[in-house]
Each structure stands twice: as structure tokens, then as C-alpha cells.
């Protein structure tokens, strides 16, 4: 399907695997809406999402001349350019709630869990290199992970990686997020109301790098540095992680994308 409004295929800017990019990918695939991703590598997109868009992080969307940043934003956009399969309730207190949610996951749980995540991630450049330059020359690869050793501080920095409390607040983050889907899940298994919505959506991606998703778009490349096997054996029985599987199952399609 093109965009509804221009006729033109919409393009997706990214990251591979990061659990914000995998919300707009989401957004894009549970809509059926076909896309061309562009991937880019974290810190080299700052530059080219600045020029185009006047801020520096991506997932950013692009409908014709419409450029999206931000994965609310992009998802806002899908809804309103193809309004079939909606995420956002029609009633006005479930909206509100389902927002609200999105918000708490967007604001809170996503950059926690990107902090504990990349405690150790940032310790490995081969390994960083590995989960966001896959599909590039290895050349290229090699090249990035010298630049990622050596913006290793920086980025430890920009993800509030500063002491050991840091980190720990990273991982409590994560799990409060997992207490949240846990307790706030109805008798349909979703946050609002009795079907599948953008409080689901954002709540799940955010919450993705918990699990083994084992979807492509998401899943990390084997085998598993020993830091992430303790992070998912830790995290295995709690009833969050069973939620994230749950809507993983039920509502995560295979991509979209088209690779030409
Ligand atoms: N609130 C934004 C967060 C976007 C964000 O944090 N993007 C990160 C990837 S997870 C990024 O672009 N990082 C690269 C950088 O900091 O240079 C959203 O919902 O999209």
C-alpha cells in the first residue's frame, strides 16, 4: 500500500533494533502500510535527521514532503493517514489513558531500558557494531565500531550512564515497567479497554529488549554476550516478560518493508 495522501511510498529513517525505531516499525507493519527503511547508525544520524527535520534522533517518517520525528508522532501520522487496523480508542477517557500510557513508556521505561541495556552494550564495540551495523560492508563495520570506541563516554553520557546508581536505575526502570504491564493488563490481556492499542504498542516495544522476541526486526544477533543472557534469564519468569510475548504473538506482524 502507498501512502494514502501522496501516492508515494513512505520511508522510515531508523536504527536497527532499537526498541524506539522497533515502535514506529511496528506502527508501520500492524497497519500493513508497505515502507522503505533507512538505516542508520547512532550518532551518524545526527547530522542528516538535524538538516532535515531540525532535530537530531530518529525513528523519523517521511510521507511525501512530511517528515515525523518521534515515535508518537509517527504513529499519530499512520493513524490518521490509514485508518483501518486503529491503535487509538475512539472513546475519550480510553484515549486519554492509552496516551497517557505511551507518554509514561516514551518518557520513563524507554530511555531506562535503553540505559540498562547499553551499560554493558557500550563496554563491547564489536558487539554495538555488530546490533546496528549489520547489513553494512564489514569494512565499514570495523571502521564504525573504532568510531564507537572511541565515542564510547559520549554516548555513555547522553544515556545518563554516569555512576553505578545510574545503572541501577536503568534496570529498575525496566522492571517497573514490566510491574506496570503486569498489574494494569485487563481480562483481554490489553492496558485499555478490550482490544490491541497504541498503549500496547509503545508499551511492548519499549519493553521488547526484555524478551527474546525472536522477530527480526528486533532480535539481537547471536550468540548473546553473557550480560544479555543474565538481563533474560533475570527477567524470564516475571508475568511482564509473558506480556510482552503475549502481544509479540498476537499482534506483532512480519515487516513491511520492501527491500528494493
Ligand atoms: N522520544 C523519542 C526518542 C527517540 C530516541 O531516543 N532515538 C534514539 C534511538 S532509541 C536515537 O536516535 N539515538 C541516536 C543518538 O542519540 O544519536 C521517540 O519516541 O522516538
Known sequence: MADDLSGTLPELYQLRRSHFNEKARWGFDHKGVAHRRISMLPGLQRRPMKKMTGQSLVPVARFADDFVAGSGAILAALEHRYPDRPLFPTDPEQSKRALEIQ??????????????????????????????????????????????????????????????ASVEAGFAGARAGLDFVAANAGPDGYLVGDRFTVADLAAAALLSLTIDTGHPDIVLPRPYPPEYERWLEHFADHPGTIWVRAMYDRHRPPSHAVTS
Do not use: K
Open 103 to 164: 507518554h509514561r513508556f516514551d518518557e520513563e521505561v524507554g530511555p531506562l531500558t535503553r540505559r540498562a541495556v547499553f551499560s554493558w552494550l557500550t563496554t563491547r564495540p564489536l558487539y554495538f557494531a555488530q546490533v546496528f551495523a549489520d547489513g553494512v560492508s564489514t569494512p565499514q563495520r570495523i571502521m564504525y565500531s573504532a568510531f564507537m570506541t572511541l565515542a564510547t563516554g559520549f554516548v555513555r553520557r547522553e544515556t545518563g550512564l554516569t555512576d553505578e
